[in-house]
């Protein structure tokens, strides 16, 4: 079997044993079977090895509920991982689909998306962090409308509202910064970096507590959203932040949801975005700043 249908299996395995929270060998192995993987037990615990080894993801078993789940604790970026499947299926799902014909463009629907640039710029930049390489590139600042030329060790890439942006310490500098990756130009890979990655994880990890790029050394806060019956089923299927939590209100026809979080510029953004679905409780001082946005945001209407 090639490499591609071994990974694509063991996908399918993280994926189901996700959704079925606590699945027997048995299930994996007949869910296998409908998706054309015919496997036996004992190869579905290699599978298990392989899936720990290639992906960081432990897979427990529990006796009381005879089934196999995911240990979040002592799994590697979970998230990220049903974020890469699902591009994987997405893509599966077209290829197949433009193998006989471009129909599958007659009943799919996309974002507008032909502005966005720079896309080609994902391989040469992922190559360059793997390798250890610096890059080089003219990046282009849409605000101030100036290019500057920039050399930096790439760290990591990220993806936020549908953009891909890639996250790296300048040349003479110790601070990461944040570029788009549709905004670079004449992009080149360099020489061996000499720099020290993991001394940047604590900076890194700072992305852990903020929606979107625009993080700070404030420490995250506990924030209470009073959310509308209706609307919380949306934030439930897809939670703002990992650290989100619903809980019960007293108020009939409300939830309540929780996030540990620095409140920032987009985090701010994405509870406009909800409008009269929520109101910001606590803590006092950031619902007076929402109250102050919103009351803005009105005289410019007066």
């Known amino acids: 079997m090639s490499t591609y249908k071994v990974t694509r299996r063991l996908q399918f395995i993280i994926q189901f044993i996700n959704d079925m929270q606590y699945a027997s060998k048995k299930s994996i192995v007949d869910y296998l079977e409908e998706k054309d993987f015919s496997i ?9 090895e392989n899936i720990k080894a290639d992906f960081g993801i432990e897979l427990s078993y529990d006796r009381a509920k005879n089934g196999y789940y995911i240990d979040e604790e002592k799994s590697l970026k ?19 689909g433009l193998k006989n014909s471009n ?5 799919v629907s996309f974002d507008d998306s032909k502005s966005f640039k720079g896309i080609n710029n994902l391989e040469p930049i992922i190559i360059a962090i793997k390798q250890g390489r610096d890059l080089s590139f003219t990046h282009c600042n849409y605000y101030k409308k100036t290019l500057n030329d920039y050399s930096i060790t790439p760290l990591i890439i990220k993806e936020y509202l549908n953009r891909w942006y890639v996250i790296g310490v300048p040349n003479g500098t110790s601070e990461i910064r944040t570029f788009g990756i549709d905004r670079l130009s004449n992009i080149k890979m360099n020489k061996l970096s000499k720099l020290k990655k993991s001394k940047y994880k604590p900076q890194l990890k700072k992305f852990d507590n903020i929606i979107g790029l625009s993080f700070s050394d404030e420490a995250p806060q506990k924030i209470i959203l009073k ?8 934030l439930e299927s897809l939670p703002l932040h990992h650290s989100q939590q619903i809980l019960k209100s007293d108020d009939n026809g409300f939830g309540l949801v ?11 953004t994405q509870l406009l975005k909800m409008s009269m679905e929520i109101e910001v409780l606590e803590p006092k001082e950031y619902r007076n700043h929402f109250k102050e946005v919103i009351n803005n945001i009105n005289n410019k209407y007066n």
């Open 78 to 96: 979970v998230s990220s991982f049903f974020k890469f499947f699902e591009l994987a299926t997405l893509a599966d799902t077209f290829r197949d």
């Open 103 to 107: 129909e599958i463009f007659d009943f």
């Open 227 to 234: 959310v509308t019956d209706g609307h919380l089923k949306y």
């Open 40 to 48: 036996s037990e004992r190869t579905l615990e290699r599978d298990f």
């Open 258 to 268: 929780c996030y540990n979080i620095i409140p920032n510029y987009e985090f701010t």
